[in-house]
């Protein structure tokens, strides 16, 4: 069975920093591109991120792009998203997605429950 | 950046009855579409990809047409487990990017 589980949410200043943690495991992790989808309260989804099944091609949503960094770690079965110069609109919960394979690596296939980022003073 | 519309916004149905989601892109995407179904408290599901091939598990009742820059997801016959809220997706593999559009909100009439 496919299971994502995020961690690493939590309250943070405007200007700071989180780093959010996907644990995969159920699926051959290193065969898959994976992404995070942020929704915030009472909002529509928004794409933040992808990256394909070795690391080699990456996108981010203009929203995010020069202050979150994608990465994984295929020995780990782990996707991390380092968020820095957090603001109050990058508030939401924050879903971990299981690409479906191959050329379609940025279509959530699975997503996990996510894990919640608040930005507030 | 490329623009998804959903239409309507709200859709109040019957059950039982047809329900027919729109999804337009603000320029060509090919077949590069997915839809996705929302319940309240619970992640996405995906339901189709390509425009038309459903995902794993899904019955035969949801079904999607289109390509270009006009989509359609048609519900035959809508069961109570149906009402949810529906957001398509384009995706383009150079640049590596993708967009959602606003949803559409399939409530019961």
């Known amino acids: 069975e496919v299971q994502l589980v995020e961690s690493g949410g939590g309250v943070v200043r405007p200007g700071g920093s989180l780093r959010l943690s996907c644990a995969a495991s159920g699926f051959t992790f290193a065969d898959y591109g994976m992404s995070w989808v942020r929704q915030a309260p009472g909002k529509g989804l928004e794409w933040v991120s992808g990256i394909n099944w070795n690391g080699g091609s990456t996108g981010y949503a203009d929203s995010v792009k020069g202050r979150f960094t994608i990465s994984r770690d295929n020995a780990k079965n782990s996707l991390y998203l380092e968020m820095n110069s957090l603001r109050a609109e990058d508030t939401a919960l924050y879903h971990c997605?299981?690409?479906?394979?191959?050329?379609?690596?940025?279509?959530?296939?699975?997503w996990g429950q996510g894990t919640l980022v608040t930005v507030s003073s | 950046e490329i623009v998804m519309t959903q239409s309507p916004a709200t859709l109040s149905v019957s059950p039982g009855e047809r329900a027919t989601l729109s999804c337009r892109a603000s320029q060509s995407i090919s077949s590069n579409l997915a839809w996705y179904q929302q319940k309240p408290g619970q992640a996405p599901r995906l339901l189709i990809y390509g425009a038309s091939t459903r995902a794993t598990g899904i019955p035969a009742r949801f079904s999607g047409s289109g390509s270009g820059t006009e989509f359609t997801l048609t519900i035959s016959s809508l069961q109570s487990e149906d009402f949810a809220v529906y957001y398509c997706?384009?995706?383009?593999?150079?640049?590596?990017?993708?967009?959602f559009g606003g949803g559409t909100k399939v409530e019961i009439k």
């Open positions: 997605a299981k690409s479906l394979p191959g050329e379609q690596w940025l279509v959530p296939g699975y």
């Open positions: 997706q384009q995706y383009n593999n150079w640049p590596p990017r993708t967009t």
